[in-house]
């Protein structure tokens, strides 16, 4: 799954991305942004673009067949936003309970791949916890593994 | 006259540099009420000491 994915396009911090979802739909741009909130940690933010009023929409269901390409394109994001910025802590939390859910269902299906790489939590009753599968969480917070020379 | 150079950190496979996402960075507006969410999560609970640590 994480080798096909779309080709991106990255703003000179690394912290905006765009590509295009191509599928029965049409070609649709998404956009991928990673703001600052406190010092090292950002949100997580993802949409579709929309060329006319230069905003992006992040309620929006595209349904473009690609979920899991669109999926791979985003974690490929998340890899060259931390390449750039190791010590951050990304925190997402869907727009809508619908949207969070499906961000749960991802990060479960590809638990195994990103725990490789990354520390993912959950946020639930106030509280971050170790990711779990099928957990209820209302967030999602990850950070990416620091790098043992002796992994090497 | 001088021109300065922009200095682009290199980037993996399959991503490239698009200087019109410097300029949409600048203009464009991320969703509102998710922002306030994160933020009171931020408010409500500071991220522990032992993920800052990891």
Known sequence: ???????????????MFKFISEGPK???EKIVYYTERRANIYNLSFGDYNELINDFDDKVVTNNGDSLKVLATVAKSLYVF???????LIIATGSTFARTRLYRI????NLFLIEKDFHVF?????????FERNGPYEGFLVK???INKFDI | MK???TKIKKLPKGVTYDPELDKLKS???VNSKELARVNEILEKTPIPKWILEL
């Open chain 2, 27 to 29: 203009i464009i507006k």
């Open chain 1, 1 to 15: 799954m994480i080798d096909d994915r779309y080709l991106l396009r990255a703003d000179i911090d690394s912290k």
């Open chain 1, 122 to 130: 959950g946020y639930r009753d106030n509280e971050f916890v170790k």
């Open chain 1, 144 to 146: 990416r593994k620091k």
């Open chain 2, 3 to 5: 021109v300065k150079k």
């Open chain 1, 106 to 109: 991802g990060i479960t299906n």
């Open chain 1, 26 to 28: 049409g070609n649709i």
């Open chain 1, 82 to 88: 931390t390449d750039r910025y190791p010590d951050a």
